[in-house]
T-cell receptor
């Protein structure tokens, strides 16, 4: 079992839909959680960085962390075709070295 | 967000030559930088962790004599692929941790990546 599990998709949604992206993890030492967006042939872009359990909102993005269930989510409201990309979750604990999920490919069609 | 500049974005070289890739944090200091390799439709594979002023820590299976990493300053790390061969062709990405208030838990920002093609 991998330390971080993430469904690779693709996830296809219509424009304007609410998107839910998820990761599960097995290492209870993970305390810091990140979400990145990666367009094809580009480096990942940091979207959200959270520490506490609960929700964190930034514009159309909401990151949710449930440490008791070892489950994190990223919600995208009012999705746009420009949101089409691969979304990577990442997390780390005391080693400070992030572990990445394999990424979920999101397609938002007009 | 903070900016990490990676150069060159693309490089094509002949087999046997060496290629150097630079990673710079432009508006913050980075005591730690990471180097990744990414294959098509796959996630990031950590190659090494680079700490300013000390030797890099390589992941298992990564040849340290082939992939030379130098982190000489708080804003610059370099990856040199020595005697490159076609199997080294890949997308290489660096990331830098903002060593500001967060220290070891600071945010991690990525460069744009460098696509290496070895003929």
């Amino acid at each position: 079992q991998k330390e971080v599990e993430q469904d690779p998709g693709p996830l296809s949604v219509p424009e304007g839909a609410i998107v839910s992206l998820n990761c599960t993890y097995s290492n209870s030492a993970f305390q810091y959680f990140m979400w990145y967006r990666q367009y094809s042939r580009k480096g990942p872009e940091l979207l959200m960085y959270t520490y506490s359990s609960g929700n964190k909102e930034d514009g159309r993005f909401t990151a949710q962390v449930d440490k008791s269930s070892k489950y994190i989510s990223l919600f995208i409201r009012d999705s746009q075709p420009s949101d089409s990309a691969t979304y990577l979750c990442a997390m780390f604990g005391g080693s400070y070295i992030p572990t990445f999920g394999r990424g979920t490919s999101l397609i938002v069609h007009p | 967000g903070a900016v990490v500049s990676q150069h060159p974005s693309r490089v094509i070289c002949k087999s046997g030559t060496s290629v150097k890739i630079e990673c710079r944090s432009l508006d913050f200091q980075a005591t730690t930088m990471f180097w990744y390799r990414q294959f098509p439709k796959q996630s990031l594979m950590l190659m090494a962790t680079s700490n300013e002023g000390s030797k890099a820590t390589y992941e298992q299976g990564v040849e340290k004599d082939k992939f030379l990493i130098n982190h000489a300053s708080l804003t610059l790390s370099t990856l040199t692929v020595t005697s490159a061969h076609p199997e080294d062709s890949s997308f290489y990405i660096c990331s830098a941790r903002d060593a500001g208030p967060g220290g070891n838990t600071g945010e991690l920002f990525f460069g744009e990546g460098s696509r290496l093609t070895v003929l």
